[in-house]
C-alpha cells in the first residue's frame, strides 16, 4: 500500500509555494499536497545570494527528504542532494504514475455502476506497488496480471484495454564498436564475430570499416544497455580469439 506520507530518505516531487529570504515552502505533489519547507542552506552547494535565482514560485522540483515529522505536519527537504540523474528518473516515474492514474480513471468511468473503481485501485497499488507498473504488466504478461490481481472481472477489462491501447515499454540503445582484422581470412573473422553477438533483441548493421552500430532494445533502458554491453563483450572477445581486434562500444 502506498505510503501516507514520504519517509527520511525518499525523493519526493514538489511544487514551490512560496519563495522566502531563508528558505522554500513546497507542497508534496505525491502525498496530498502537504507541506515541505527547504532551508535555504539546502537549495544550493554553493553561496546564495539572491534564491531567486534558484527556485521560484510554481516551479516543479524534486527533494530529498531529510526530517519527517507527520504528526506535526513537519517535513524538511533538500535541493541540492538531488543529483541529475536522481531528479530526472523521480520525474519520469512521477509522470508515468500521473498518466496510468488518468488511464485507469477513463477505463471505469466507462463502467459506472458496474466496479467500485477506488477500491480496485487501492487492490492494483497493494498488490503492484504502482499503477504505472500495473498497466505495464496487463500490456506485457496478461496472464501474470491475471493471477496477481486475483479477479478475473476487473483484471480482464484493465488487460483487454491494454492490449488495445498500450505496448510493453521498449528502450532502444545504439552503440559504434570497432573491429579490424587484416589477415587473409579478415572478412570471415569478423563475419564470425559479428555472429557470435546475434540475439532477438539486437540489432548490428555495417556503418564503414571499421565502425559497426549495434542497436540493441530491451523493456528499459538499463536493460538495454548492459544487452548492448555484452553484445559487444561477446563480439570482441570472438574477434580477439582469432587474431584480430576491437574495442568500444561508444554509445551513440
Known amino acids: 500500500m502506498k505510503k501516507t506520507d514520504p519517509e527520511v530518505g525518499d525523493l519526493v516531487v514538489c511544487t514551490v509555494k512560496e519563495v522566502r529570504d531563508f528558505g522554500v515552502v513546497c507542497s ?65 516515474e512521477w509522470k508515468n504514475e500521473q498518466r496510468a492514474t488518468k488511464i485507469l480513471e477513463n477505463v471505469f468511468s466507462q463502467y459506472k455502476g458496474k466496479f467500485d473503481a477506488h477500491s480496485i485501485m487501492e487492490e492494483l497499488e497493494d498488490k503492484f506497488g ?21 479477479n478475473e472481472e476487473w483484471a480482464r477489462t484493465i488487460c483487454d484495454y491494454a492490449a488495445e491501447n498500450l505496448k510493453p515499454p521498449v528502450a532502444e540503445v545504439r552503440g559504434i564498436i570497432k573491429l579490424r582484422d587484416n589477415s587473409s581470412r579478415g572478412v570471415e573473422v569478423i563475419r564470425s564475430a559479428l555472429l557470435a553477438g546475434k540475439s532477438e533483441n539486437v540489432q548490428i548493421t555495417y ?46
Open 207 to 252: 556503418l564503414g570499416a571499421p565502425q559497426y552500430r549495434i542497436i540493441a532494445k530491451a523493456p528499459d533502458m538499463k536493460e538495454a544497455e548492459e544487452l548492448m554491453r555484452k553484445t559487444a563483450e561477446v563480439i570482441i572477445s570472438e574477434i580477439k580469439k582469432n587474431g584480430g581486434s576491437g574495442e568500444g562500444p561508444v554509445k551513440e
Open 28 to 92: 508534496l505533489d505525491e502525498y496530498n499536497n502537504r507541506e515541505g519547507f527547504i532551508h535555504i542552506s539546502e537549495i544550493s552547494s554553493g553561496w546564495i545570494k539572491y534564491i531567486r535565482d534558484y527556485v521560484r514560485e510554481g516551479q516543479r522540483i524534486v527533494c530529498k527528504v531529510l526530517d519527517a515529522n507527520p504528526s506535526r505536519g513537519r517535513f524538511d527537504l533538500s535541493l541540492r542532494r538531488v543529483n541529475d540523474h536522481q531528479r530526472r528518473e523521480k520525474l519520469r
Open 130 to 150: 504502482s499503477y504505472a507498473y500495473a498497466l505495464d504488466v496487463a500490456a506485457s504478461d496478461p496472464e501474470q496480471f491475471m493471477e496477481t490481481a486475483g
